[in-house]
């Protein structure tokens, strides 16, 4: 008796469906935002840091700058540039960190139930219940302004965004009955936890990350706009919109504006990609 | 069937032929299960598989089949207490520690569950379910990939290697519950546990998934114990049946007798309550009241509420286990049924 496996040709049929163009567009301006920052000393057309004030608050498309000047006449599309640097690297440390912290103990509270789940569960929402900014901004002012005591800071009061998700889809998932067929092939908690519980969190954690690399990004440019994250005259979008707020006032929006957009598009691009990849890697499995 | 005569002998064929001392597959006696809140679960349950032997366990949802065979693999609910005595090839289940279980489990017992689908970790591929157990069953690295295609080949699945690549949902559930019996008895077990393997399959399937089962536990000498509900394939395919009723065993018949002698009230009434396709049309007859569990089950005989036969004296006791023609009965008054 022999079967055959109809399903070899669906697979190759899968491969051809074309993702979203919304899609593209996101991983196109990720790749962009990257390219510029990695090679923004080699591509960008200014120095970050030389003031002007003859060339102050230019429109975009003013001359040798593209995307203008800020109000002491440094280029826009430099700083724009370099700031992807700080801008894209400090979020990515902060869901880095909690998305490490979140996997251990949601994890852990799930697998171990009754009353350490209890308490974690409690612990969490204590941390989830204070702003990440306030939290933030205590650290800073005890450590001093820099971006390391904010990653960290705002990475622990993240944690539980990550760590709530990861209990409640594990304890779903460690329900179903493949957990304890593998139990019963002699595999041990512990590995059946890391090796088949954790593959079947990424999907919904990708998505979350996701989502909570847009707030890192945004509470990180508050902070540097509160003049509590980069130091200047380090670029960063944040603090690029900190420092045009008197230039708005003006009636000189542009420099504030256009970080403003690129922070806007970015968090835009993750959230897409991040929706995009949980969903097809959730699609796996349910057999789409 | 193009199934495996395997170079492997027939384990049960010892080579004495002696027949007294071969140690059972596994033994359950005197077993009583209590969770942690003093809900009781099971009560004096006793099951013996031989080598090489099928023995059906039958009752309705919730009266214990499941649980009586994960507790043979130390796969307690959380927080149960276990007394009684459960050995499965020699090893004493309820005192090993987690060392020993897991040893056991990877190479003495396997399971295999209702849904094959749900019983491998969907966004893995075929392959890696099976090298996997087969890697942690000490089957060295190199040997792997081509012990996997032999077990998929010997199960009947055309293009092994194909297989191998795939992801458990681009196959059928027949498929997969013959890549799971594939997985299962790839370490030669003496016992094999199998709970409602076929419910999720239909009947055609059900026919060749069973078919396979009976195969490669006669090529192999695997002691198998059938958990299911449904009657006529427990009578068809096994040696021996037991009938369990609210966390206790009611009757335990051969597998024949099973239909052609009910003893125990509730084994007539479970027959009578199936529909048969054969001999003259039988209007079905539902048992009266609803199945109880163990917890709230009445004193003496738990079916004692729902037994057209009940009387007085049937609430005093658990009645203990007499024989009646082939079976053996929890029942004062075995055989006593008038339809």
């Known amino acids: ?288 | 069937m193009r199934v495996l005569a395997k170079k492997t002998p027939a384990r049960r064929e010892a080579p004495d032929g002696g027949a007294g001392d071969r140690r059972d597959a596994l033994g359950v006696s005197g077993l009583s299960l209590t969770l942690g809140t003093g809900v009781p679960l099971l009560a004096d349950v006793t099951v013996r598989v031989g080598r090489g032997e099928t023995v059906g366990l039958v009752g309705e949802s919730g009266s214990g089949k499941s649980l009586t065979a994960r507790t043979a693999l130390g796969m307690l609910p959380r927080g149960a207490r276990a007394t009684g005595e459960v050995t499965v090839a020699d090893v004493d289940v309820l005192a090993a520690g987690r060392r020993r279980l897991r040893e056991l489990r990877r190479t003495r017992a396997s399971m295999i569950f209702q849904d094959p689908r749900a019983s491998i970790n969907p966004v893995r591929r075929i392959g890696d379910y099976l090298t996997e157990g087969l890697r942690a069953r000490g089957v060295p690295a190199r040997a792997v990939a081509g012990r996997a295609l032999e077990l998929l080949d010997q199960v009947g699945i055309r293009d092994p290697g194909g297989a191998l690549r795939c992801f458990p949902h681009e196959f059928s559930g027949g498929m997969l519950q013959r890549v799971v019996i594939a997985g299962a008895l790839s370490t030669e077990p003496e016992l094999l546990l199998a709970d409602e393997p076929t419910t999720a399959l239909d009947v055609t399937t059900q026919a060749e998934v069973i078919a396979l089962l009976k195969d490669m536990q006669r090529a192999h000498g695997t002691g198998m114990l059938f958990v299911t509900h449904d009657l006529d394939l427990a009578a068809a395919i096994c040696d021996r049946v037991y009938v369990m009723y609210a966390g206790r065993i009611v009757e335990e018949s051969t597998g024949s007798g099973l239909f052609g002698a009910p003893a125990h009230p509730y084994t007539r009434a479970l027959l009578e309550a199936s529909p048969s396709v054969h001999g003259d049309r039988v209007a079905i007859r539902a048992i009266a009241g609803r199945p109880r569990s163990l917890a709230d089950s009445p004193t003496g005989c738990s079916f004692r509420d729902r037994c057209p036969l009940a009387g007085d004296d049937c609430a005093e006791t658990v009645p203990a286990h007499r024989p009646h023609g082939q079976s053996l009965a929890a029942c004062l008054r075995p055989g006593q049924v008038t339809p």
């Open chain 1, 1 to 288: 008796m022999t079967l055959t496996i109809p399903a070899l040709r669906a697979r190759s049929a899968r491969r051809r469906r074309r993702r979203p163009l919304a899609v593209s567009l996101a991983v196109a301006f990720l790749i962009l935002l990257t390219v510029a920052g990695l090679l923004a000393p080699v591509l960008a057309p200014h120095s970050p840091d030389a003031t002007s004030l003859l060339n102050s608050l230019l429109p975009p498309g003013a001359g040798e700058h593209w995307l203008g000047t800020d109000s002491t006449g440094r280029d826009v599309l430099s700083r724009i540039m370099y700031g992807a640097r700080l801008s894209l690297l400090a979020p990515l440390g902060v869901v880095l960190l909690s998305g490490v912290l979140g996997i251990a103990i949601g994890l852990l509270a799930a697998r171990a139930g009754g009353w350490a789940d209890a308490v974690i569960s409690r612990g969490m929402d204590i941390v989830f219940a204070f702003p990440s900014l306030l939290l933030a901004m205590l650290v800073v002012a005890v450590t001093g302004p820099g971006l390391t005591a904010p990653i960290c800071a705002l990475a622990v009061s993240y944690t539980p965004f990550v760590g709530r998700v990861v209990r409640s889809v594990a304890i779903q998932e460690g329900a179903r009955p493949y957990m304890e067929s593998y139990r019963v092939m002699g595999f041990g908690v512990l590995w059946v936890t890391l090796r088949h519980l954790l593959p079947n969190v990424m999907p919904v954690l990708i998505a979350q990350s996701a989502l909570a690399f847009g707030y890192a990004l945004v509470d990180l440019a508050s902070l540097s706009y509160l003049g509590l994250g980069v130091r200047p005259p380090d670029a960063d979008w944040g603090s690029m919109i900190s420092q045009a707020r008197s230039a708005i006032l003006q009636g000189e929006p542009w420099s504030g504006l256009l970080p403003g957009l690129v922070v806007l598009l970015t968090v835009v691009s993750v959230n897409v990609l991040g929706e995009h990849i949980g969903g097809s890697i959730a699609g796996k499995r349910e057999g789409s």
